[in-house]
Nanobody, 123 residues
Framework: QLQLVESGGGLVQPGGSRRLSCSGSGASLDYYAIGWFRQAPGKEREAVACASSHTHRADYADSVKGRFTISRDYAKKTVDLQMDSLKPEDTAVYYC????????????????WGNGTLVTVSS
């Protein structure tokens, strides 16, 4: 059973950067598509970024395209989300999720979820 843990959340000023990491235990992340999702207060959870399990494909929500980058760190065995040029509207609990051997990350397909890490963008 894959267990996911997010780390790296915290308070950051508008325009700043933050790097989130998703680590797994119980199984390797290598053959899982990993998605980052977020849920802002009073809003539904939305997809942010996805890294394919077996290709170099990476998908991004329009709202974060050009500012966020998802990547796999094979040395650390994590899937990271680099967030730059952060805006107050990026404030949310960020979750990582995994689905076995898939090229994309539809929320309804995700099999395993972490508990989330809070990112607050505020001055």
């Amino acid at each position: 059973q894959l267990q996911l843990v997010e780390s790296g959340g915290g308070l950051v000023q508008p325009g700043g950067s933050r790097r989130l990491s998703c680590s797994g235990s119980g199984a390797s992340l290598d053959y899982y598509a990993i998605g980052w999702f977020r849920q802002a207060p009073g809003k539904e959870r939305e997809a942010v970024a996805c890294a394919s399990s077996h290709t170099h494909r990476a998908d991004y929500a329009d709202s974060v395209k050009g500012r966020f980058t998802i990547s796999r760190d094979y040395a650390k065995k994590t899937v990271d989300l680099q967030m730059d040029s952060l805006k107050p509207e990026d404030t949310a609990v960020y979750y990582c999720a995994a689905v076995w051997y898939q090229d994309n990350c539809p929320q309804e397909d995700m099999q395993f979820w972490g508990n989330g890490t809070l990112v607050t963008v505020s001055s």
